[in-house]
């Protein structure tokens, strides 16, 4: 027999809702403007119970809601960010172009052209390693290309290792166990 609250219902197990209430939209609010905290904070702060409130955001319809929400108020959030860096990307490209009318500076213009054309992907490639495989008629031809500097690196490292390996290692001479004077009487 369940146990009687003192109005008379009985307990019950939690059932999912099947529509979103104003509880619901209060609870996707605070959740939406407090990302970091717990269900537990959440529930303190808005009087209901850690369990109702998990039983709530685990609902269907709360899901639905919740993503409708958090896709609004995201899409917002971003585009109002998107603005932004294209205004301040603008700003300064107008900058720019007003002093580069301007400026007769031939170090100044060509590392601005430079730094453009890099940005825009036309600038010289990196001088990270690259690796092209071939493969071919059953033989598979591996070329790798370096920085001189860092192959020279390479190879001054790889010497160090192969001294140090061929040079003979001494290790400490084991002494045999001493008898006991006890056990040779």
């Known amino acids: 027999m369940p146990k009687q609250l ?17 509880r619901f939209e209060a609870v996707m609010v605070w959740l ?4 970091d905290k717990r269900i537990q904070d959440c529930a303190e702060a808005l ?8 039983t709530v955001i685990h609902c269907d319809a709360f899901r639905e809601k919740w993503i409708e929400m958090r896709g ?3 899409g917002k959030a971003l585009a109002n960010i998107e603005n932004k860096l294209n205004a ?4 300064a490209l107008d900058k720019l172009l007003d002093q580069l009318e301007t400026i007769d500076d031939p170090a100044f213009l060509l590392k601005t052209s430079n730094d453009v054309l890099k940005n825009l992907g036309y600038g010289m490639p990196s001088r990270g390693m690259q690796v ?3 493969p071919g008629d059953g033989v598979t031809n ?4 370096q920085d001189g500097g860092v192959l020279a690196q390479a190879r001054a490292k790889r010497s160090m ?5 061929a040079q003979p290692q001494t290790q400490p001479a084991l002494e045999a166990p001493k008898e006991d004077a006890d056990e040779s009487s």
């Open 6 to 22: 003192p109005d008379g219902d009985e307990y019950r197990t939690a059932k999912p809702p099947k529509e979103v209430t104003h």
């Open 32 to 35: 939406l403007a407090n990302p």
């Open 47 to 54: 009087g209901y119970t850690p369990s109702w409130v998990s």
């Open 72 to 74: 609004d108020y995201t």
């Open 88 to 91: 301040i990307a603008h700003t």
């Open 132 to 134: 092209n495989i071939n």
């Open 142 to 145: 591996i070329q790798v290309v």
């Open 161 to 165: 290792i192969l001294e140090a390996e």
